[in-house]
């Protein structure tokens, strides 16, 4: 598995629309939240559970705009299943700041596996506060088994790939 921190060497990319934001590669779809007083632990900062929950929430929202909701995986009866995930918590958040979660899909066999990436910035700071990985795969949603990606999905999300170093 590769490294989550971006290789030094890499230039940093900067969305158009968020030139302040270093990202991690191009083109990122981008999902804002704002940490709210439920978010919070008792270190009086967000509880690194909630940073998972906002991970999947933006998966999601890349998942519909790629045309895939979850009205489709369930006529299909095939989702996508996380296998592996990994984060690096870098920065606290807290109660009111407002984050902005860019993901890529950065491999897809077009079989049965494929990866995403996530970059979370603060964006009062423009510090990214989390890096994460998942490795996931194709499963028949009545069965829970491993399967073999449906037409739509080696579309929707091989045709979204992006190169990394």
């Known amino acids: 598995m590769a490294a989550l921190r971006p290789n030094k060497k890499r230039e940093h990319y900067q969305n158009m629309t968020n030139p302040q934001f270093d990202w991690d590669y191009p083109d990122p779809h981008v999902h ?4 709210a007083e439920a978010d919070i632990d008792g270190m009086g900062h967000a509880n690194n559970a909630c940073y998972v929950v906002w991970c999947e929430q933006c998966a999601w929202s890349h998942s519909q705009s790629l045309g895939l909701t979850v009205a489709d995986y369930q006529r299909l009866d095939r989702g ?3 296998h592996k995930a ?3 918590y870098y920065l606290p958040t807290f109660e009111n700041e407002e984050l902005r979660i860019g993901t890529w899909i950065t491999a897809c066999d077009r079989k049965l596996r494929l990866e995403r990436r996530f970059q ?3 964006v009062a700071t ?3 506060v989390l890096r994460g ?3 996931v795969i194709c499963v028949t949603l009545s ?3 491993a399967t073999r990606m449906p037409s739509e999905f080696i579309e929707a999300y091989g045709n979204a790939v992006i190169a990394i170093d």
């Open 80 to 82: 996508v299943a996380i």
């Open 126 to 128: 423009g510090k990214t």
């Open 143 to 145: 069965s829970g088994k």
């Open 120 to 122: 979370m910035i603060n």
């Open 86 to 88: 990994s984060y690096e």
């Open 133 to 135: 990985h998942w490795q």
């Open 32 to 35: 804002t939240i704002q940490i």
